[in-house]
């Protein structure tokens, strides 16, 4: 069976903005009944464009016909989007009126996908599987870091066999400070950007050039604090205006040997395109210091794994990765009565009930549960799959949810990674006779996330997706364990 | 474009009533009824023959048999049409009469041993003349007296080479048809099975898929993708997705590139018309259809695609009273019609109720290609077998090369011999080049050319072609290898693609080997009926097949209760009653039982269905279930039924799941008849398969058997009717919300 699907990836970072538009196919494995996304073809992908501001605001009246003419160029309705995403990433996401630039989009594109802002650990993890999962699946002994640097923040993953392991963030991008094109003469200075140069005894402000040095001292003080993330070194980098530009560390696991570190990104399609061939553009034109940064990485020690590991896409990374890895698609046998209760968006994920949760952890997380009126999710952890383990869970999650008295209009969903979705909601509801508004999405893979959407039943599955993403150091935990 | 003769217009001489053939042996007397019984009795004895109860009663019947067909001019042979069972001749035998007169003329004195004596004197001009007078019964007397030498040597003085954009079939050469089949029509699975397949230096017959679902998106998305890969690629050969006609003329007249138009063909005119929904009329059409608007019309000299093999009226029972080597040769007779680019024979693919071991598919086999070859048509083969018959990959390999002595066309490349969609076991690419390269044979010139330019072949200073470096080497189709990465991951059954000279490597062949030892065992292992009582009290009930060689060896006796289990049930006040049977694995009840009944036993108690106690019956086919909801007066019998074990060991544990509906209420059954067509229809079915640990999980499945059952019960339908009733109401409610 398969069935044509469209995605969308829209991705809304410090200086430019863009969208990619893809369909794919929803095709269902005859033997395991797994619906898997197949056939990914990017079928409209739009320019780059600057970011609209006004005033230091995001241009909420621009943006929205940014969105409506993607749309309309890459013919398709929110109606017939089954994933992807929008992402408002790096600075941009700190513009005051980013939330309400977020409900917009969500409005425009109907709550067909996850619209969201600030999500950090989400951008990197998107930025590694949008340019190089597949790279880091065929080189499976090889950790990978990838840079994804924008014009406010660098997002970075640690990731192994085509799964991401640690994630960090750090402002560190090309447009901390905006110049006039074709000069260093400054425009406009971030508040990061000011506390560097006050470091840096770089008495300079807006309509002052730069010079060379001061120029390079900057971009030093760049490449020091990405090599400290991606060595460990915190020593390199403790400085105040260090500190200052660091929002999520990404903590290095010791003797992790020979790293490849690739760069996605502005600056990374300017690393790439050079490396190719291409000679560099003319002095600042972009109006900001991403050549330079480029220029002083492939002057870097990393500079020969650039030359070896070219990702499959840099810069583009964080909206492929939205539109082919944000959506995850349910197993074919969940247990949904009731399919219109869906989509469900923002639902937090409030914990994790597991085979060997003591009666106590049950009450309490079932006491958490009843207290989100608009809905919550929970994940089940099995630890066998085995009928009478499956059933003594279900029957003790239901006897808890009947003697609470669970609101049964309430949004309850169970996400599992098991294919059991079927007879786990039918053993809790005691095979339809208890009322509960219950989902149970299995043959999912649960993100270490706050924040679930469960998106609209299509051919018998649900396209689900994670954000709210915490740092994935516990992922890496688990992957050690695994091994 | 060959001129198709109007059916009114050949002549078939009137019916006769049926002669007594006798003779007399060593003081025995042998008698036979009509040229049907003879035909039969005179044939080596197979598994199809003897459950029709055609095949000679002993040795010396069947000499006695062959010595009265022997005696028997073309004449004769001509005059006695066979009949259908309403005693009149269908339009296959009608079009097999359209021979050449002229050459028939010559011949019709001849008695059909004098025929072979001649064949086997005559150069291959003269077999070819001969062939063109012949009807599939004359074909088909001659190759019962012909022993296996026989056969080889008659068949190799022909050649029947064809032309589309490669020349097959011509003299020192050996081709083949890549058949990259995926169990869910995956692009990427069939992309890296089709890179194996010509990295083997396989598929200059045709890149051939067997779509596993039959709709004209599917299978249009499917040629517009083999389209593309070949030209990407620039292999010179053909493409075909072997759809129904209907589909691929649909697909054609949407502009998709139906480059060769293929559909299986049946001996009698019953079960092409009600099996395999095809007419004369429908395959006249598609031959002009593709004559005039092919996209090879002017390149390519024929462009119809056939595939035939033994047995298939007889399963389906509408052989007529004819035997299985005489309606193959009907086969080739209506074939013949529409001078085709390949003619694919695929006995052995029924199972053991047609060819139980090797040796009688190796001769059938050997008949057929005989058969083909002196009816005029390019013969290539695909000696087979399923892993419920007796036959191994010794005795395929055995027939691949009596065949290729023969002078096959053509084989299959089935990657490592395991079809990862339809269950059986074919040729493989590498047993095409171990073949080539035993007989001396080549692929077809042009797509020769191109391999040895890709390096898959080398050519030395003398003209020798030997493998090249990139034989056997699929990433060279790739752009990376995150590519051929993720073609890999969406391939099942392809441990390895090491090889060994022309063979995989002996780790390779060692796992798929055991993948087909463990599926066997499956096959043969029994219900152990102890341990399944330990689940659940049962009430064990018998079929009809006494022992498990009767079981497999005739279907219909585990469809039948036996009279003692007739004689215990009766009506019961259940809406449902649950079945368990052994079916084609026993061991897929033995992994599945225990965590599937306690979910549908808890599962229809939660939702107030009732339910009698379970059935198990040893030695049952899937139609057990009619009987017993008969007997028992049930609403829907939930039958559990191990599948039959393919080429993956753990799938030789997949159960299935038959929801059986016995349709009683007469407005339902008006109902079910308009659906379907079908004005007898008693029962309907909802099928859930692959109950197993790789695919749907014992215990989720007994959660899906339950929402079914409740399904079935609350819309008084299954199958269908029911997936279509349930479609309706979704539509209905978006509807509703959207207004």
């Known amino acids: ?483 | 474009m060959k001129t198709l003769t109007p059916l009114a217009d050949i002549h078939v001489p009137d019916v006769l009533r049926d002669q007594t053939y006798t003779t007399s042996c060593m003081n025995q007397q042998f008698s036979f009824q009509g040229l049907k019984a003879l035909l039969g009795a005179a044939d080596y004895s197979k598994a199809g023959e003897r459950n029709a109860g055609l095949a000679a009663s002993s040795e010396t019947a069947r000499e006695a048999a062959r010595g009265i067909l022997s005696r028997l001019t073309l004449q004769h042979l001509y005059d006695h049409p066979l009949t259908n069972e309403q005693g009149s001749v269908d339009s296959v035998m009608r079009v097999n009469y359209d021979v050449d007169g002229d050459a028939f003329a010559t011949l019709s004195t001849m008695t059909a041993g004098e025929l072979k004596n001649h064949l086997l004197r005559s150069p291959e001009s003269e077999v070819e003349r001969a062939g063109s007078a012949l009807t599939g019964v004359m074909a088909s007397a001659v190759a019962k007296l012909c022993d296996v030498h026989e056969l080889i040597l008659i068949a190799r003085k022909v050649s029947r080479p064809t032309t589309a954009r490669t020349l097959l079939g011509a003299p020192g050469r050996l081709s083949s048809r890549l058949q990259p089949n995926h169990p869910t029509d995956d692009i990427r699975g069939i992309t890296l099975l089709c890179y194996l397949g010509l990295s083997l230096g396989s598929g200059d017959a045709l890149i051939g898929v067997n779509p596993a679902v039959d709709t004209v998106e599917s299978v249009s998305s499917l040629l517009y993708h083999l389209d593309g890969l070949r030209r990407r690629i620039g292999a010179p050969t053909q493409i075909c997705v072997l759809a129904h006609i209907k589909t691929q003329l649909s697909c054609l007249e949407r502009g998709a590139p139906v480059e060769i138009l293929f559909q299986s063909l049946a001996g009698t005119e019953s079960t092409n018309l009600l099996e395999f929904d095809i007419s004369v009329d429908l395959l006249d059409r598609g031959y002009r259809r593709m004559a005039e608007n092919g996209p090879l019309k002017g390149k390519a000299e024929q462009f119809m695609y056939f595939e035939t093999g033994q047995g298939s009226e007889l399963t389906y029972g509408r052989h007529s009273g004819i035997d299985m080597t005489t309606t193959e040769a009907l086969c080739y007779g209506l074939a013949r019609r529409y001078d085709p680019f390949m003619v694919n024979n695929v006995t052995g693919f029924i199972g053991p109720e047609t060819h139980c071991d090797s040796f009688e598919m190796i001769l059938s086999n050997l008949q057929d290609h005989f058969m083909g070859k002196l009816l005029g048509l390019p013969m290539g083969m695909a000696p087979c077998y399923t892993l419920h018959s007796n036959i191994t990959l010794e005795g395929q390999q055995m027939a691949t090369e009596l065949l290729t002595a023969a002078g096959a066309n053509y084989y299959m490349d089935v990657a490592l011999n395991t079809d990862r969609m339809l269950a059986y076991f074919d040729t493989s690419g590498h047993d095409d080049q171990t073949l080539r390269e035993t007989h001396g044979r080549l692929p077809a010139s042009e797509f020769l050319e191109w391999a040895v330019s890709r390096h898959i072949f080398s050519r030395g200073t003398q003209g020798e072609v030997t493998r090249g470096p990139h034989w056997g080497d699929p990433t060279q189709f790739c752009d990376s290898e995150a590519e051929f990465n993720e073609l890999l991951c969406a391939t099942p059954a392809v441990p390895s693609f090491k090889s060994a000279g022309p063979r995989p490597a002996d780790e390779v062949q060692r796992e798929m080997r055991v993948n087909q030892a463990i599926g066997r065992e499956a096959i043969h292992a029994e219900l152990q009926i102890d341990e399944l009582e330990k689940i659940t009290s049962f009430r064990v009930i018998e079929t009809e097949a006494a022992d498990q060689e009767a079981h497999l060896n005739s279907p219909k006796l585990g469809s039948r209760l036996a009279a003692s289990s007739l004689d215990r049930l009766s009506p019961e006040d259940c809406q449902v009653q649950i079945l368990v049977s052994d079916g084609l694995s026993a061991e897929a009840v033995h992994h599945n039982a225990n965590d599937l009944l306690p979910v549908i036993l808890d599962g229809l108690k939660g939702r107030t269905v009732s339910t009698g106690q379970p059935l198990l019956a040893r030695y049952g086919r899937v139609k057990l279930a009619e009987p017993v909801a008969e007997r028992l007066e049930a609403n829907v019998i939930v039958h559990l039924i191990g599948e039959r074990p393919g080429g993956d060991a753990l799938a030789s544990r997949s159960l299935s799941a038959y929801l059986v509906y016995r349709l009683t209420d007469p407005s339902v059954r008006t109902a079910a008849s308009q659906f379907s067509g079908n004005e007898d229809v008693r029962f309907e079915v909802t099928v859930i398969s692959n109950i197993y640990s790789g695919g749907l999980p014992a215990l989720e499945a007994g959660g899906v058997i339950v929402e079914r059952v409740s399904d079935i019960l609350a819309h008084q339908a299954a199958g269908n009717r029911l997936e279509s009733l349930l479609e309706s109401e979704a539509d209905r409610q978006e509807g509703g919300d959207a207004q």
Not at chain 1, 280 to 298: E, F, H, K, Q, V
Request: charged residues 20%; aromatic residues 6%; hydrophobic residues 40%.
């Open chain 1, 1 to 483: 069976m398969t069935a044509e699907v469209k995605l969308v990836g829209l991705d809304f970072g410090t200086t430019t903005s863009s969208a990619v538009i893809a369909s794919a196919q929803l095709t269902r494995n005859a033997v395991t009944a797994k619906t898997d996304l197949t056939g990914i073809q990017e079928v409209y992908r739009s320019e780059m464009v600057f970011t609209p501001l006004i005033d230091n605001r995001l241009d909420e009246t621009a943006l929205a016909q940014y969105v409506d003419g993607w749309l309309a160029s890459g013919e398709v309705n929110p109606e017939e989007v089954f994933g992807g995403g929008a992402l408002l990433t790096g600075l941009t996401a700190q513009q005051v009126n980013a939330s309400a630039v977020v409900r917009t989009i969500r409005r425009q594109l109907r709550n067909a996908l996850i619209a969201t802002a600030d999500d950090p650990s989400l951008e990197s993890w998107l930025a590694f599987m949008g340019s190089c999962a597949g790279m880091s699946r065929t080189q499976t002994e090889v950790p990978i870091v990838n840079l994804d640097i924008g014009g406010g923040t660098t997002n970075l993953a640690l990731g192994l066999a085509g799964n991401v392991l640690r994630t960090g963030c750090l402002y560190v991008g090309a447009r901390h400070i905006e110049v006039i094109p074709g000069s260093y003469r400054i425009r406009r200075l971030s508040r990061y950007a000011q506390e560097l140069l006050a470091e840096l005894r770089i008495v300079k402000g807006v309509g002052n050039c730069l010079t060379e040095s001061e120029v390079n001292a900057v971009l030093t003080f760049y490449v020091t604090l990405l090599t400290a993330a991606i060595e460990g070194t915190a020593d390199l980098a403790e400085s105040r205006a260090a500190r200052l530009h660091k929002v999520i560390p990404l903590s290095i696991p010791h003797g992790l040997d020979n790293v490849i570190v690739t760069v996605s990104g502005g600056v990374g399609a300017l690393i790439y395109s050079h490396l190719s061939g291409e000679s560099w553009p003319s002095t600042t034109c972009y109006g900001d210091l991403g050549i330079d940064l480029a220029r002083m990485l492939l002057s870097s020690k990393w500079a020969e794994c650039f030359r070896n590991f070219v990702p499959h896409s840099a810069g583009r990374a964080t909206v492929y990765g939205l539109l082919r890895h944000n959506t995850e698609v349910s197993g074919g046998t969940l247990f949904l009565p009731n399919p219109d209760c869906l989509p469900l968006t923002d639902l937090p994920i409030l914990g994790v009930i597991a085979s060997d949760s003591t009666d106590e952890d049950i009450e309490n997380l079932t006491s958490l549960l009843q207290k989100a009126r608009h809905g919550a999710c929970v994940r089940i952890e099995l630890l066998t799959d085995d009928g009478p383990s499956v059933r003594s869970l279900a029957e003790r999650l239901s006897g808890t949810l009947k003697a609470r008295r669970f609101p049964t209009e309430q949004p309850l969903v169970l996400l599992v990674t098991e294919n059991v979705g079927k007879v786990l909601g039918n053993y809790i509801t005691e095979w339809g006779a208890l009322p509960l508004n219950l989902v149970v999405v299995d043959e999912i893979t649960v993100r270490h996330a706050q924040y679930v959407r469960i998106g609209r039943l299509h051919k018998q599955v649900v396209p689900v997706s994670f954000y709210g993403l915490h740092d994935q150091g516990d992922a890496h935990e688990d992957a050690d364990a695994a091994r």
